[in-house]
């Protein structure tokens, strides 16, 4: 297993952080994206939020690649979808200069 943890920002806006908070609660993921991420190899995700920012965790198993992902989700019409409802709420990270999305935190501690 491979952990893997990312940071994004929500827009500061309370409607629309509860709006997405709604999106995540588990009754709300639409079944292509629990789907899409289950196939890719990941087999643990969880979101924390704090104020407007956002903490995700990742698990993977030996099969999961970054590049298979995006090709996946690339040709998956529901994730775009689901990418682009999403982007209402989302902003990228102050100092990220492409507007990517979620960016990949690097690990500095581990009590193990």
Request: charged share 25%; net charge neutral; hydrophobic share 45%.
């Amino acid at each position: 297993m491979t952990r893997y943890c990312f940071a994004l920002d929500l827009i500061d806006d309370p409607t629309l952080i509860s709006e997405y908070e709604q999106w995540h609660k588990a009754a709300n993921i639409w079944p292509q994206i629990k789907k899409s991420i289950m196939d890719a190899g990941i087999t643990q995700m969880e979101i924390y939020r704090i104020s407007n920012r956002l903490f995700m965790m990742m698990d993977t198993d030996e099969n999961f690649s970054f590049i298979k992902k995006m090709a996946q989700d690339a040709g998956n019409i529901k994730v775009q979808e689901w990418e682009k409802l999403m982007w209402k709420y989302q902003q990228p990270l102050p100092w990220v200069k492409d507007g990517a999305k979620w960016v990949l935190m690097s690990k500095i501690f581990s009590l193990a």
